[in-house]
């Protein structure tokens, strides 16, 4: 059985950095496409950065693009977002996610792509 935890939310102000990490069970992030997701109240989850299984490949939303970078180390089968000039508008719960498919050449963005969840953790940047 897959289980993803997610960790490393909190309080920032605007400007700051935080580093999530989502460590895996019963599942190899050197084996799947892997992404983050987020989703603040009343909204829809939204996609924000994904990495291929071989680790060639990410994938971010523009949103994000140049704050963020996604990252794995298989040995600790922890995949990570580091997260940098934080803006309050980044403020949600924070998910990883698996997409099962291998291998797959297609790097999804939709979030009924993913297979399994972690069960979140919350971002909050104070302005």
């Known amino acids: 059985q897959v289980q993803l935890v997610e960790s490393g939310g909190g309080l920032v102000q605007a400007g700051g950095s935080l580093r999530l990490s989502c460590v895996a069970s019963?599942?190899?992030?050197?084996?799947?496409?892997s992404g983050w997701f987020r989703q603040a109240p009343g909204k829809e989850r939204e996609f924000v950065a994904a990495?291929?299984?071989?680790?060639?490949?990410?994938t971010y939303a523009d949103s994000v693009k140049g704050r963020f970078t996604i990252s794995r180390d298989v040995a600790k089968n922890t995949m990570y977002l580091q997260m940098n000039g934080l803006k309050p508008e980044d403020t949600s719960v924070y998910y990883c996610?698996?997409?099962?498919?291998?291998?797959?050449?297609?790097?999804?963005?939709?979030?009924?792509?993913?297979?399994?969840w972690g069960q979140g953790t919350q971002v909050t940047v104070s302005s």
């Open positions: 019963g599942h190899t992030f050197s084996r799947s496409n």
């Open positions: 990495i291929n299984w071989s680790g060639s490949r990410t």
């Open positions: 996610a698996v997409d099962l498919r291998y291998p797959n050449t297609y790097v999804y963005t939709q979030p009924n792509e993913y297979d399994y």
